[in-house]
């Protein structure tokens, strides 16, 4: 007698067979030939980035492009350490800085989904000295004394991930709210503090803020403010919030605040340039950034740009959200999620020509019709030349990470670019 399978469990055996080769799509493959990428001419990036280092523009640099979760170029260019003639390897290590900014987002994204916040929740509910908040007014450069008016209302977490809170940024940011913030000794987050994160947030949230929230973008302290509250509402510090939440089940197992003592050999060197663009390396009290920073055991876990990672530990990352949230069998955040992350958030104008979502630029219509990426495609980059992109259209994850600020030819990312993209089928 021949059995009879029911129809209504038919999907669900669908399901259990095809699991497999779902979870290994939402993978990185690291072999194998992508049939819609002309590789001939992706090889011309060679001859761009050696170009650019035989100058002596630049001394080294790693990129990956991921197409369809597949690897189709991934190298390391150069020299990690110019001195020694240290070769570049592709799993070298790179202060990411301010790619640190989207690793914290995601995490508070991972609290939103549990339930423990909501996007326009006033901040106050967690850190209360972000209640009664005022706004810069008049400001005195000779004595760094102003004055201030009412917020006309709270800021909020959604506030906090687009940048348009009106917090500010020490050392990089605006000429008056530097001057207050050093004042009041507000780390920037680039490189070693040995303070209190939590105090140090406290006191930020008691100084003026640039203008009305949601009114303007601003760059600022927005991320290290999340990174704070993501360890006020866990109860857990950023560093072991984020291992538990992201980089474990990712795979991630090269990003850290504080790199292991066994992994300091693949630490590359950071370099600026003199008055005549010479490259040089950047000096240990050279804009009170020591480069060392990552091998300083900080307990400060800058949320905005204490992360150091590789090309590939952050194409995982990158990956997982152009999955829908999900690599490896983990779904770090639900596809809407992701989606509202990568959709804009701000008014229009606030950001040039471009949208901002809620830890990301993103490339808008009429930004697409000027340059390679396609409307929606969402990146960022890092204070030390890092820079990153995904484009969900084309499928693509691409990094081009150097350790070069400032550049004067930086524009080998943008070179770098144009070549990805003209290599598409």
């Known amino acids: 007698m021949k059995k009879i399978i029911s129809l209504r469990i038919l999907p669900v055996i669908l399901f259990t067979l095809l699991l497999p080769a779902l979870l290994t799509a939402q993978v990185i493959q690291l072999a194998g030939v992508n049939e819609s990428v002309d590789y001939k001419k992706l090889a011309m990036i060679d001859d761009v980035v050696n170009e650019y280092i035989n100058k002596n523009w630049l001394t080294g640099a790693v990129s990956i492009v991921i197409k369809d979760n597949q690897i189709v170029q991934y190298k390391g ?56 908040q005022t706004v810069l007014d008049t400001f005195n450069d000779a004595d760094t004394t102003y004055t201030t008016v009412p917020a006309k209302r709270e800021i909020t977490f959604r506030d906090l991930l687009t940048h348009t809170s009106g917090l500010d940024y020490t050392d990089i940011g605006s000429t008056k709210l530097q001057a207050i913030y050093s004042k009041n000794h507000i ?14 947030m406290k006191a930020l949230g008691k100084l003026p803020l640039s203008f009305q929230p949601g009114e303007k973008w601003q760059y600022g302290l927005n991320s290290d403010l ?45 370099y600026t340039e003199d008055s005549l663009q010479h490259v ?19 307990n400060y876990f800058s949320g905005g740009a204490g992360l150091t990672s590789t ?21 770090i955040l ?31 219509a009429a930004t697409a019709a000027k340059g390679p990426r396609y409307e929606g495609a969402f990146a960022w980059g890092g204070y030390y030349g890092t820079t990153y992109w995904a484009d969900p259209k ?32």
């Open 77 to 132: 260019y150069g020299y990690a350490d110019m001195a020694t003639k240290k070769p570049m390897q592709k799993d070298n290590l790179f202060r990411i800085m301010s790619q640190s900014k989207a690793i914290t987002s995601v995490g508070i994204m991972i609290l939103y989904e549990q339930g423990k916040l909501l996007l326009d929740e006033p901040i106050s509910h967690f850190i209360p000295e972000y209640k009664n």
């Open 187 to 200: 780390p920037s987050g680039l490189g070693y503090f040995k303070d209190n994160l939590l105090e140090r």
């Open 226 to 270: 999340l990174g704070c509250l993501i360890e006020v509402i866990s109860g857990m510090n950023l560093e072991n919030f984020l291992r538990k939440h992201i980089f474990d089940p990712l795979g991630m197992k090269d990003t850290y605040f504080n790199v292991p003592a066994t992994k300091a050999n693949r630490l590359t060197t950071v």
């Open 280 to 298: 040089i390396p950047w000096d240990h009290t050279f804009r009170n950034i020591d480069p060392d920073y990552p091998l300083m055991n900080t």
């Open 311 to 331: 090309a590939f530990d952050y194409a995982v990352f990158m990956q997982m959200l152009l999955n829908g949230g999900a690599y490896n069998g983990h779904q």
């Open 334 to 364: 639900s596809k809407r999620s992701v989606e509202m992350m990568t959709a804009n958030q701000i008014k229009e104008g606030l950001f040039g020509n471009n949208y901002f979502g809620l830890g990301f630029s993103v490339t808008s």
């Open 394 to 425: 084309a499928g693509l994850v691409c990094l081009f990470l150097t350790q070069h600020n400032p550049n004067s030819h930086s524009d080998a990312k943008d070179k770098f670019e144009a070549l990805v993209y003209s290599s598409l089928k």
